[in-house]
């Protein structure tokens, strides 16, 4: 029971034509399927199409990585398109604010979630402070931390916050529907969460995504 | 000599030789030239040198603080040890795609010098396919990322590495992995010579085989090296956490299975011919999306890398061309390649195919979670995470029926099994499975039980197999350990590779006993935690030779012994202001004490604190897996009448 080489003797088990493999019955060892050469080079394109489908999606989403339309790493937040939630928390050395506040600020503004406690907030602070010198108003919230850590921290590290206030029950943070510190959210004028971050600022997000969207929120 | 120009025109050069090897191997084979076949191989050899001569320079400018070459100046400096600055050659972009063409040139040097006893054509035509690849990465490393860019004027001081990359770790994680995933072109490069030649046949089965191994071999390495780090380098205590990173590296090394074992058929049986092609394209082409998706930024990983989105570009047409024109050539030759071996379902092959479809089936799950949500974001505008519940739901019932297929596949013979003597050999390996199963659902719940059954299943099948090879118990002992002595090293490497996987996933299902508890203690306070009490004896402070650290004593005791003392620190960098987590770990091969150092406060210390039962034993079974394919390696079959070559390349390489 030899196939001649070039030619398939039979349908193979694999696209569920009969062929009765019983006890002792030999069958055809590769699943070779398909009658006619056509259908076979057409089965065998397979693997090429897709391929070829895949590295198109991968040109886009590296074209929109490129232009900041597409962010892997932003991790969804019911609030996007909603009103920030009503909140009222004390100051870290002074003030603290409410989001009646932030209301009443009517402007564009980062609020930025971090803790002393917290590496990759360490990390973002630079980006944070270029964000500061750029003049835009960034305001913090400690979360789940002392008063005087986060008072430490922001005087040993440098201090990027217009305003800052604290949250160290954390009951605010989870209104605001956090996963984790640091986090980063933009509003607009109207109090509207517009973009959201989860995760450290890193230097390209900063000029991407976050200096260009408060520039058209500020027009 | 050293001078980083020197360096940079090697790698130029590296590109002309490896044009040239690829032009000369494909064109002379297709004009069955001997005198353009004959060059081929000397070229890629020459290639291999040139890239060596390359790397070293980079290494040595790094090695002296060379800050007038970019990369040095951004990821070193003078204060940082000898030893990293060694590791830190690869340990960013332009460096590690350096690092990438050397093991690529060395690959195709190697198969230029252990091919000798290849036919002319199909080593001319395998080393020109290496060829053009490697002319592809040597140009993106000449022209996108080159690591020879220089500073003027030099900065005084570089800027250093990131901390937690200054790790032993580092030192080999990458390297091994880069030899798994480019080991992977040598298969690919015999598949598309076969495709170019139109043939497959048993010795093209038996050729590939031994580098596959070797790249198998290496990517386990990797691997297995990569959870130990993220172990206990990274400080979370967690071993493996589906992360699109680590995916990616799982998927090669899945395929890269299937292959090994399907190409055994291809040399026994001829049969699934186009699969294993398929399967040696399959893998590398993994392999490189891998480092793709890593490096472009697409995939959201905790392992942060630099994104560099204008490089993805250059990346993803290379991609392009290497697997769509290998795919297209599949796709027009592969359907002539007809099987000759005929089987029973119930065999060897029968198995192997099993094995094919389930590993592949979990290759595909692993894919669509790890392609998943960059797709839906990019087509549907929705965000999604795909986190370990999905893969535990989808990967654990392929992966079940494979534990259990393993054990009764090696007990199948060739062409046609009975099951009777299958029952004979594996009986009381499935009774002490279940035994341990017993056992452990007492102690645990159902999903690691049986997890602990699957793993006594694998360890014992492999028992069982090795007994029944060498008539255990059924010959007098004396000629039973003759036979042991001359049973094949592959039957042996299997055996151990197989019982591998089970102590890993005992490993895996140990760690659902693991006690953990994050602890607040001031110096004499104790805790309990896994029946052991921990006690803080002191705060201490420590000087590095690039950083501070803050040194936690931690006394762990158990019944009043003394069992260890822990030093977990907490080291601060002053050059970037990074501070990181130096976790301790006292390990007794069975149970893993691990502490970490979280933050001092109040003349206290925050402490996170573990005990990992059974942990060590992923890493173990990582080990036997690897040693497996070194045995199988060193089979002598393979070595007979094939590319005589593969440890010695792999020792080559691995220097």
Redesign the interface.
Known sequence: MKNPPNRVARPAPARAVPVRPGPGRAVPGAPVPGRSPLRRTLLYSIPVVTVLAAGTGFYFMLRGLRRGTFNPHGVPSPLVGHRIPPFSLPGINAGGFSSTEIFAAHRPLVINFFASWCLPCREEEPVLMGLRAQGIPIWGIAYKDTVPAASAYLSKFGNPYARTASDEPGRASIDWGLTGVPETFIINSEGVVVWHMAGPLTPELATRVVEPMMQKLNQ | MFNPEVGNFALALAVVLAIAQGVMGIWGAHRRDASLMAAAPALAIGQAIALIVSFAVLVHANVVNDFSVKVVAENSSSMKPLFYRITGTWGNHPGSVLLWCLVLGLCSGAVAIFGSNLPSAVRARVVGVQGLSSAGFTLFALLSSNPFTRLWPPPMQGMDMNPLLQDPGLAIHPPMLYLGYVGFSVPFAFAVAALIEGRVDAAWGRWVRPWTLAAWCALTCGITLGSWWAYYDLGWGGFWYWDPVENASLLPWLTGTALLHSAI?VEK???????TV?LA??TF?LSLLGT?LVR?????SVHSFA?A??R??FI?VL??IL??GS??L???R???L????????LSR?GALILNNILICSIAAVVLTGT?Y???A???AGI???VGPPFYASTVFPLAFPLFLAMSLGTALSWK?AALAPVFRQVWWAALISVVIGLFAVMRMRALPALGMVAAAWLVFGALADVASRISLFSLPPRRSLARLMGLRRAAIGAAVAHAGLGVTIAGVAGMSLAASAVVFLKPGQSTNIGGYTWTLKSIGEHDGSNYKAAVATVLVSHNGRLVTTLTPERRQFPIQ????DEAKIQTNGLRDLYAVF??E?DGGAVLRLHDNRFAPWIWFGGAFMALGGLLSLSDRRLRVGAPRPAAAALAAAAR
């Open positions: 058929v049986r001829e049969a699934l011919k186009t699969w398929l394209i399959g082409s793709f472009s930024g697409i995939l959201n994104a989105p204008n993805g570009v993803l991609l392009g697997i769509v795919l297209l599949f796709a027009l592969a359907p002539a007809a099987p000759v071996g005929i089987f029973a379902p092959e392609a949500p960059p797709f974001d990019l087509l965000k999604i995470s046609r202001g990074i501070t990181t979280g933050e406060r």
